[in-house]
């Protein structure tokens, strides 16, 4: 069965009570057991990963290929606008990536318009609230079904 590994980055564990009028109220919890449901109905697996580590993160997309990970859904927050070693770590494995942000990071401060791992991830998909995560795992079971 195909599995589809899904990531949050720093501060998205505090999805439900952080800065409400910009992520919206919905939960960590509510947004992977959504993806989750999304994935089974699709027949593909699912794992969920959040930390506010960069290391732990990096430690993770290595790890991806050799668990027979297919597809990375990632939401690196603030790491997405300034951490190499994540942008490294997506470059070194073959596992595609899709960027993901619930927010549009291009209408919010200058510091958000620049993604680092841009370049080295399949797409990007923002600005959607937590829409942005269900329209990113649509995408990766079409790639993965072929
Ligand atoms: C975010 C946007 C980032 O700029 C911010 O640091 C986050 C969340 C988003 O999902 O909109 O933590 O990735």
Redesign the pocket.
Known sequence: MSKILVMH????NMLGTREPE??GSTTLADINSMLEAQAAEAGVDTEFFQSNYEGALIDRIQQAPGEGIDFIIL????F??YSIALRDAIASVAVPVIE????N?HT?EEF?HKSVIAPVVMGQI?GFGTD?YAAAMYVAIRKLKG
């Not at 939401?75 to 603030?78: E, P, V, Y």
């Open positions: 980055g720093p501060n998205l910009i992520y939401n690196a927050g603030a997405t606008h993901v942000h619930i927010s990071v919010r958000r923002l942005s």
